[in-house]
């Protein structure tokens, strides 16, 4: 089936689905969008997604719905592109909607897959790793920021030709790779959210301020040491983030000159994206709640199943799950929680 016949919904009209959605409706697919509310739905229909940034300048009407109750046709394909913390209720929402073999396609932040294919079966998720990113400036103003790609992939089997053609649509926001070995890719962005989304989340800096500091560093080594012994019980095998970061090679050796290399890496991934903005801390700038659950709260989880001990991932989600219930304030000060003591030298 090609996916030009299909009519496409998208769920979440936030940076990354409206912008998503306006390069498809652009591109000649017949799109339709929900938001939560009402008056965005409005100036969406009436007025349009203002596109702005890497990608450059459109300005892109569609038609909009406030709630997928209002959708009047059923759907072989739905983008879900929520916050990992709306996903279930939004899933549920799309159960009368998505025809019986049809597939809802997953951009999440962290590792959702399985509680959405506890909702909807697993043979109708398709997962999708965001490697670019975007910000919304305000409701209908979107603005991509940086460059990158998507990464297609079936749950537990290989791609197949209805998934190429999934991936020849979504090639007209970013390129896209297909793979067979999703929960590889997943896990992988996984491990760079638990550092620079909770470590933004918990600080309230910038990364390149944040990365210029070596307790940090230490705390941003020791998050993906633990991410990756938890994998390996798990029997994941970590992709390589970006195509370029390869974690087992990033954690290999114990010297002097390996933590050199390590720290090192860190100030200059630092650098290239230091004004890059913890998506974790502008939902909770948005009076919205972070998805830490579904990032370092997955390995702490995991953790406790395998029986690991991994008391950084716990100390970091611990406490932005303080700072989400409104029991700590966000500070740098976070990090001189005794917790973290070990990692001052």
């Known amino acids: 089936m090609e996916t030009k016949e299909l009519s496409i919904l998208v769920i979440g009209a936030g940076a990354i689905g409206g912008i998503t959605a306006a390069f498809l409706k652009k591109n000649g697919y017949d799109v339709e969008i929900v938001t939560k509310y009402s008056n965005y739905a409005a100036l969406i229909s009436e007025q349009g997604l203002?596109?702005?940034?890497?990608?450059?300048?459109?300005?892109?009407?569609?038609?909009?719905?406030?709630?997928?109750?209002?959708?009047?046709?059923?759907?072989?394909?739905?983008?879900?592109?929520?916050?990992?913390?709306?996903?279930?209720?939004?899933?549920?929402?799309?159960?009368?909607?998505?025809?019986?073999?049809?597939?809802?396609?997953?951009?999440?932040?962290?590792?959702?897959?399985?509680?959405?294919?506890?909702?909807?079966?697993?043979?109708r998720v398709i997962g999708c790793i965001t490697g670019w990113g975007a910000t919304m400036n305000s409701q209908g103003k979107l603005t991509m920021t940086s460059i990158g790609d998507f990464v297609l992939g079936y749950p537990d089997r290989a791609p197949d030709d209805f998934l190429k053609s999934v991936g020849k649509m979504l090639s007209s926001v970013v390129p896209v790779k297909l793979t067979g070995n999703l929960m590889g890719h997943l896990y992988a962005k996984l491990i760079i959210n638990s550092c620079v989304t909770s470590l933004g989340v918990i600080c309230g800096l910038g990364l390149g301020k944040i990365l210029k500091i070596s307790k940090v560093r230490r705390i941003f080594v020791e998050i993906i040491r633990e991410a990756i012994l938890v994998?390996?019980?798990?029997?994941?095998?970590?992709?390589?983030?970006?195509?370029?970061?390869?974690?087992y090679k990033f954690l290999k050796g114990n010297n002097m000159i390996a933590n050199l290399r390590r720290h090192l890496f860190i100030v200059l991934f630092g650098f290239k994206y230091r004004k890059l903005k913890s998506s974790g801390l502008q939902s909770l700038e948005r009076g919205k709640g972070t998805e830490v659950e579904y990032q370092n709260g997955y390995i702490v989880k995991n953790a406790d199943i395998l029986g690991i001990?991994?008391?950084?991932?716990?100390?970091?989600?611990?406490?932005?799950?303080?700072?989400?219930?409104?029991?700590?304030?966000?500070?740098?000060?976070?990090?001189?929680?005794?917790?973290?003591?070990s990692f001052n030298n």
């Open 50 to 123: 203002e596109i702005t940034g890497v990608c450059g300048n459109m300005n892109v009407k569609m038609p909009a719905y406030a709630s997928v109750a209002e959708v009047k046709k059923k759907k072989y394909l739905i983008i879900l592109a929520t916050k990992a913390t709306d996903m279930i209720e939004a899933a549920k929402s799309l159960l009368p909607i998505l025809e019986e073999d049809g597939y809802v396609i997953s951009i999440q932040n962290g590792i959702c897959i399985d509680d959405l294919a506890q909702v909807l079966g697993r043979k």
């Open 309 to 341: 001990d991994v008391p950084v991932n716990r100390a970091v989600l611990n406490i932005i799950r303080e700072i989400d219930r409104g029991k700590r304030k966000i500070s740098f000060d976070n990090f001189n929680d005794p917790i973290f003591d």
């Open 231 to 247: 994998a390996d019980k798990m029997n994941i095998r970590i992709e390589k983030f970006g195509d370029k970061l390869d974690f």
